[in-house]
């Protein structure tokens, strides 16, 4: 699943008419990088979540064909937050352990490595894992600790939230998807339970929230 649902508000004035995962860097979408490199680890089915400016993306994305992928949308009256918004695609994910990534980041991370933790999470009885990243120079108290390859509130090395995540359907249970709802709290009360998994990534990673940071990608991409 992408996450393609939020306003872009550090965005605006470019997301007044574009929805950010649109916003191009590198001569393509911002998605587009995501739907490329999910192909090339061998995923065929994506869903992709929306709200604002939703028609646009079904638009320019179409069935996904052109990436050698099957698309779904799970619109959205309004932004669900991120828990919200998964929770209203569940019966579309299936009931397995499946991969979210945010749509406004730009990573190398080797998505084929979902399918080895998704079976991490079956033998381990976990809820989720998430891929953490070094702190950037705009978020420089991270959001979470690393404690050997579980997720903590304190303990470890704390790092950011790359907003790539493989999560067990359980994780959502209580959620319908009609309200919004955050991810970190349920991240958060399954950690105290030591049921998610943690790693650290060190390659590339850029949280796309801001014009000037969009345009410092544009530049190296092109570069």
């Known amino acids: 699943m992408i996450l393609a649902a939020g306003r872009g508000e550090r965005m605006r004035p470019l997301t007044d008419h574009c929805p950010k995962p649109l916003l191009e860097a590198g001569g393509k979408p911002l998605i587009a ?8 680890a061998g995923f065929d ?7 604002h400016l939703g028609p646009m993306i079904e638009q ?16 959205e009256q309004r932004a669900l937050e991120t828990a919200g918004g998964i929770a209203r695609a569940l019966p579309r994910l299936g009931p397995g352990p499946f ?38 120079p705009h978020h420089p108290d991270g ?28 994780l959502f249970a209580g959620l319908d998807g009609s309200v919004p709802a955050k991810l970190a709290p349920l991240l958060r009360a399954a ?20 014009p000037q940071r969009l345009a410092e990608l544009d530049a190296q991409l092109r570069t």
């Open 99 to 136: 991969l979210v990534v945010n749509g406004d980041v730009f990573c190398d991370y080797p998505f084929a490595r979902a399918r080895d933790i998704a079976q991490r999470l079956r033998d381990d009885a976990l809820l989720a894992w998430t891929v953490l990243v070094p702190n950037p």
């Open 143 to 170: 959001d979470f600790a690393l404690v050997g390859d579980r997720l903590a509130d304190e303990g470890g090395e704390r790092l950011t939230f790359s907003g790539i995540g493989v999560y067990a359907p359980e």
């Open 191 to 210: 950690a105290t339970r030591r049921q998610v998994g943690a790693e650290r990534h060190d390659g590339r990673w850029t949280d796309v929230g801001t």
């Open 45 to 51: 089915e994506v869903v992709v979540n929306h709200a």
């Open 33 to 40: 990088w995501h739907l490329e490199a999910l192909a090339a």
């Open 60 to 75: 320019a994305l179409g069935d996904g064909s052109r990436w050698g992928l099957r698309l779904s949308y799970s619109p």
